[in-house]
């Protein structure tokens, strides 16, 4: 059984950086993409970036040019480095990874909440 565990979310002001981590285990299979979603209350839960294997990271319009999504495959780790915090990038932050085995299958983290406020 794939499990994600999540961690770094907590309460920053704004401008501020976070740092989330994921690490991914319990995987026979090679991992495809690896993601982060965002829910904020009383919204649908959002895209804020993935990276597939071997390929190039997309990011949200809303994140692009201040968080970065990195992997380390070693590790079976994504990143989300998160600088410029705003108040809108208040959620609950949830990582995902993609594993083919015969088919694609999504996998997804607890959750982790990022609040930005002063």
């Known amino acids: 059984q794939v499990q994600l565990v999540e961690s770094g979310g907590g309460l920053v002001q704004p401008g501020g950086s976070l740092r989330l981590s994921c690490a991914a285990s319990?995987?026979?299979?090679?991992?495809?993409?690896m993601g982060w979603y965002r829910r904020a209350p009383g919204k649908e839960r959002e895209l804020v970036a993935i990276v597939p294997s071997g390929g190039r990271a997309n990011y949200a319009d809303s994140v692009r040019g201040r968080f970065t999504i990195s992997r380390d495959n070693t590790k079976n780790t994504v990143y989300l480095q998160m600088n410029s915090l705003k108040p809108e990038d208040t959620a609950v932050y949830y990582c995902t990874v993609q594993i083919y085995s015969g088919a694609y299958i999504n996998y997804w983290g607890q959750g982790t909440q990022v609040t930005v406020s002063s």
């Open positions: 319990g995987s026979r299979f090679s991992i495809n993409a």
